[in-house]
């Protein structure tokens, strides 16, 4: 594990320790470089070591130095590539190195060598014979690779903020990215939150042409449904077990400690139950709980004993209070390079796991391979046909209806003042639908996140001409459920999650904020194998709606306490909507006042008179409004207007 990043073009050669210096935090362990000062390419890495840690410094080259390669993540089936090729004649330098399995495949099969490979990576090949580089990252898009293209010039980079040493890079705002932030707290897709600088996205290739300057992206892989009938449920819940538990087999391969994040709900909880069963001890468990009024609530810590109980696990718990999560979130905002509204706990867990470990287990992706929450529920299925044919009745009827309901449940219209909208605008405000005649748009969209388009577009952005030019959150979304090719709700909503929440949202801050405290943070539920196996089960067969996980409960129940089993779904409901009107109420109004809105000329300045005052006093509940856009501005003090270069040395409470 560790940070890579490449130039290509004039100065390459100089300005690449500059680009590794700022991913120092990803591997304190080793740095590397590598420069071809003809072709003017340059390689760097900090590393983290994992596997091989005498003899797997970067950037590697093969035998006759022809081509070089920067790796970050792991190929968990490397073991057996390796037997494979030294079978077939390949010989090799290092004992276990992952990293030198990739340089001999490529040698055997270039861009078709990626469908060998079982891990989590981002990693990128200069092939000096042929004239090119060869960068790839892995299918789900666990690990990260952002990279600009300019005439006579390519970089790329684990993080953002590496790229931003370029000076030929501006700092500013792409408006897309933006306004998609807006609603779901997250960028999503190919575009950063800065022009130019884009992601290669999960499950894709690249080349660039040297001679040509030149870059050609392709897809080598999609979550794909094929549906088998022929099997049982109890069938399937056998294969699960038998799937599961060879993923996890795989993605405990390491020459350090490993220790797993327990929550103390299924997933977690599972993966605890399955390492117990291969022999996978001691094993080391991490626990996150909060003291204070309400938290029996939301605390998981008793559920996470009973599992650290019953595996006799060497278990260690951190108690925070829950206005702890707030102390380092400026450093949060740095570490995550673009606008986040969420994933706060998780960088205590990480924090606190790193004091003893370097590489831990989490559940990640076990709620998006079995129901995404159930989202798929007001889309299901009926009958076949179109999308709106497939809706309850009741649904279409809510939908058609919706406006007058949106005017007498919604507290928003009471505060939108005449002078924010104007009598027209704020006349047909209140008497038009407010979104167009797709049920889909409602039903799925706005049903789940924080801005509805329309909503956006009236009372949130300044500049109301260049917004017209966005496409729509929604139909964003909607394309994205339209692309998976099926007629099934439930398969056509997981791929829109595989797409867009779980690699833009919670793989990245997953990376970003274990790698903060140099932790390898691993996700066997995403192994790509049993990605592809769940695939197959038919939706109607791998979740339901009341009991998403019941499935998954079948397979494994016997290894978790009746607890957990019986525990409703829980998770981190942090009291922002109290910190907006106490500790954090005067940073709110500092960072959206309206004269700095007005000078800063992104959002509107009634954006305060709309959202904050009247969330701030009490009168509202506007908290997840107003912390999505706090936090924004948090990250554009931090990168377009401090443009901090390091670790910021202030402190939330200092921009107060």
């Given amino acids: 594990m560790c940070g890579i990043v490449g130039l290509v073009g004039d100065g390459a050669t100089t300005r690449i320790a500059d680009m590794n210096r700022r991913i120092l935090h990803r591997g304190p362990d080793d740095e590397g470089f590598y420069r071809d000062e003809v072709n003017k390419v340059a390689l760097a890495m900090?590393?983290?070591?994992?596997?091989?840690?005498?003899?797997?410094?970067?950037?590697?080259?093969?035998?006759?130095?022809?081509?070089?390669?920067?790796?970050?993540?792991?190929?968990?089936?490397?073991?057996?590539?390796?037997?494979?090729?030294?079978?077939?004649?390949?010989?090799?330098?290092?004992?276990?190195?992952?990293?030198?399995?990739?340089?001999?495949?490529?040698?055997?099969?270039?861009?078709?060598?990626?469908?060998?490979?079982?891990?989590?990576?981002?990693?990128?090949?200069?092939?000096?014979?042929?004239?090119?580089?060869?960068?790839?990252?892995?299918?789900?898009?666990?690990?990260?690779?952002?990279?600009?293209?300019?005439?006579?010039?390519?970089?790329?980079?684990?993080?953002?903020?590496s790229l931003l040493v370029l000076p030929e890079v501006e700092r500013k705002i792409d408006q897309d990215a933006l306004f998609h932030y807006m609603s779901l707290r997250f960028v999503p897709g190919e575009q950063s939150i800065l022009q130019g600088i884009r992601r290669l996205q999960p499950g894709h290739w690249f080349r660039y042409d040297l001679r040509r300057k030149h870059v050609d992206i392709h897809s080598y892989w999609k979550q794909t449904f094929h549906p088998q009938q022929e099997r049982s449920e109890a069938e399937w819940a056998e294969l699960i077990r038998y799937e599961l538990r060879e993923a996890v087999r795989r993605w405990v391969l390491s020459d350090v400690p490993v220790g797993c994040s327990l929550s103390g709900g299924v997933d977690s909880s599972a993966l605890i139950g399955l390492l117990a069963e291969l022999g996978a001890v001691p094993l080391r468990t991490y626990s996150l709980g909060f003291t204070g009024s309400g938290e029996e609530s939301w605390n998981e810590l008793p559920l996470a004993r009973k599992v650290a109980e019953r595996w006799e696990t060497e278990h260690h718990e951190l108690v925070l209070e829950p206005e702890e999560l707030l102390r380092d979130l400026v450093k949060m905002v740095w570490h995550l390079d673009e606008p986040y509204g969420g994933g706060l706990p998780s960088w205590y867990v990480f924090q606190f796991m790193s004091q003893h470990v370097k590489v831990g287990l989490t559940g990640t992706g076990g709620d998006e391979l079995f129901g995404d929450y159930g989202r798929y529920r007001r889309l299901e299925e009926r009958r076949g046909g179109p999308i709106s044919s497939r809706i309850h009745p009741s649904s279409i009827r809510l939908f058609r209806h919706f406006d007058s309901l949106w005017r007498l449940s919604s507290p928003l219209l009471s505060y939108i003042p005449d002078q924010l909208l104007g009598f027209r605008e704020k006349h047909e405000w209140r008497h038009r639908p407010m979104l167009s005649e797709d049920p889909f748009r409602w039903l799925y969209f706005n049903a789940y996140y924080y801005f509805p388009d329309d909503l956006k577009r009236l009372t949130v952005f300044e500049d109301k001409t260049s917004m017209q030019k966005v496409p729509d959150t929604s139909t964003v979304l909607e394309r994205y459920y339209q692309a998976c090719g099926t007629a099934d709700a439930r398969d056509a909503s997981s791929f829109v999650a595989f797409s867009t929440q779980l690699p833009d949202e919670f793989l990245l801050m997953t990376d970003r904020l274990s790698m903060a405290h140099a932790l390898e943070a691993r996700v066997p539920f995403l192994d790509h194998v049993f990605v592809d196996f769940m695939c197959r089960i038919p939706s109607k067969i791998r979740t339901k709606p009341g009991d998403p996980k019941y499935l998954l409960k079948r397979a494994v129940g016997d290894l978790i306490p009746n607890e957990v089993l019986r525990a409703q779904k829980r998770g981190f409901v942090i009291p922002i909507a109290l910190w907006l009107r106490g500790q954090l109420r005067p940073l709110a109004e500092r960072l959206l006042a309206p004269e700095r809105l007005r000078a800063q000329g992104i959002f509107r300045p009634s954006f305060y008179e709309a959202y904050v005052r009247p969330h701030c006093e009490g009168r509202a509940d506007f908290h997840a409004q107003v912390w999505t856009a706090l936090m924004f501005q948090i990250w554009h003090v931090v990168f377009i207007e401090e443009q901090e270069e390091g670790v910021p040395n202030f402190s939330w409470r200092d921009l107060c």
């Fill in 46 to 161: 900090r590393r983290l070591s994992i596997l091989d840690v005498a003899n797997g410094h970067q950037p590697m080259s093969n035998r006759d130095g022809s081509t070089w390669v920067v790796h970050n993540g792991e190929i968990f089936n490397s073991p057996e590539l390796r037997r494979k090729l030294e079978a077939s004649g390949h010989v090799f330098s290092t004992a276990n190195s992952d990293t030198e399995v990739l340089l001999h495949l490529y040698d055997l099969k270039q861009e078709d060598m990626l469908a060998d490979l079982n891990g989590m990576f981002a990693f990128v090949i200069y092939d000096r014979v042929r004239g090119r580089l060869f960068g790839a990252r892995d299918r789900i898009g666990i690990k990260p690779l952002y990279y600009i293209d300019q005439p006579g010039r390519f970089a790329f980079a684990s993080e953002l903020k």
